[in-house]
């Protein structure tokens, strides 16, 4: 199993083994959004937040 510490919380974070670069995870621990930026080794970033205003 890999795991790879949040960048919000430094809470062990459980990539899933088909997980894929640029793929959105969400810290079970603090509920952050995180990116999956890089495989190999894994590493995670802050997802950058994406406000909902479709159609205004
Ligand atoms: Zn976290």
Redesign the pocket.
Known sequence: MTTAT?P??D?D?VIPADAMENELIS?A??G?ELEIISLNPVELDLAPEVEEDWGE
């Open positions: 949040c919000e919380c809470a974070v810290c621990e603090c952050a």
